[in-house]
């Protein structure tokens, strides 16, 4: 099958190249996968700024629909439309491992990374990462569940924003708007902060109901908690000068490679700095709560879906911020 794969080591050396068909195992199942978002950490695999194991299909944002079940997954998984952990494996017997934060587990290996991923037409994971979708909710935004539970992890477990608190959420992009929406549903007044480039998706926060600015805009006030979805010097900067004293800074973007940030205000300030690693169990059960209940709204972030041929403009789409979030559908003609 075609599959969206990093061949080699290096930067570049992605291609639509042929990928082993998945063998159904014990314990897993094979999804038909029909929508498979492209993260930023994608991007970072193209420029080799995240670890992966060559040859590998990418993808990890995935909703798809169970076709083969392995020996000792309940026959009901078949046919169910899911999301999917992106865990592949763990050890199981690490001090992370047991208790609950197989995030950080240190043998952990990853569909998409590690072990091949969702940008293909069928997928081979574990059984015990499956959640079902609900009917109302298209494929194509379901697989935004995946970053959802990332953005659960770093502002849930534990709480880090409380009901009436002031929060500046830097970086309108999937992630950005998934924090704003997560942080409204705690009680938080949320203000969205964008550059230039992101008129379109200020735009779409205004939408949803946020206060937003744009850069270079002064914004005349600290805030409680400042989260900084960039992953950009000037964004964590800016979220390091708006936190108020003895408030809460929480990093969620990644730069893919080391950033000069002005550090003394955690001190002058007296800032709590927090961040989390990917998502856990915990963070997929109140990501899909919060989907359940419509707290958090994903099908307004989805920008386009594309089939799997058209990879290179979809890629493109993404690092250039046009839109939110571009979705591939590997399955289509």
């Known amino acids: 099958m075609l599959g969206l794969a990093k061949i080699a080591p290096g930067p570049g050396n992605v291609g639509l190249v042929e990928r082993p068909e998945p063998v159904v195992r014990p314990g897993h199942v094979v999804l038909a996968v029909e929508a498979a978002g492209i993260c930023g950490t994608d991007l970072h695999i193209v420029d080799d700024e995240f670890r992966s194991r060559p040859p590998v299909t990418m993808g990890h944002e995935v909703c798809g629909v169970v076709a083969e079940v392995g020996e000792g997954v309940d026959p009901a998984w078949l046919g169910a439309r899911v999301v999917s952990e992106t865990y592949f494996s763990t050890c199981g017997t690490c001090a992370h491992c047991r208790s609950g934060r197989v995030n950080l587990c240190p043998e952990r290996r990853s569909i998409g990374s590690a072990v091949d991923g969702a940008f293909a037409a069928r997928l081979l994971v574990p059984a015990r990462g499956l959640h079902r979708v609900p009917e109302w909710l298209p494929s194509a935004a379901a697989a935004l569940a ?46 969205v902060r964008g550059a230039e480039r992101d008129a ?5 926060a205004a939408e949803l109901g946020f206060e937003t600015s744009t850069a270079p805009e002064p914004l005349e006030r600290e805030l409680d908690v400042a989260v900084d979805c960039s992953g950009a010097a000037a964004g964590i900067a800016f979220c390091l000068d708006h936190a108020r004293r003895g408030g809460r800074h929480v990093q969620i973007g990644l730069a893919g490679k080391a950033v000069a940030v002005p550090l003394d205000e955690v001190c002058y300030r007296e800032l709590e700095v927090s961040s989390g690693n990917a998502s856990t169990p915990a963070s997929w059960r109140r990501a899909l709560a919060l989907i359940e209940t419509r707290a958090v709204a994903l099908e307004p972030l989805v920008s386009e879906v594309v089939p799997l041929p058209d990879w290179e403009r979809a890629f493109a789409a993404t690092r250039a911020g046009t839109g939110v979030k571009v979705v591939l559908a590997p399955a289509a003609p």
């Open 146 to 191: 995946e970053p959802l539970a990332c953005v659960c992890n770093c502002l849930l477990d534990p709480p880090r924003i409380g009901a009436g608190d002031d929060v500046l959420v830097v970086g309108p992009g999937p992630v950005g708007l998934l924090a704003a929406q997560v942080a409204r549903a705690c009680g938080g007044r949320v203000h």
């Open 200 to 204: 379109a998706r200020l735009a779409l």
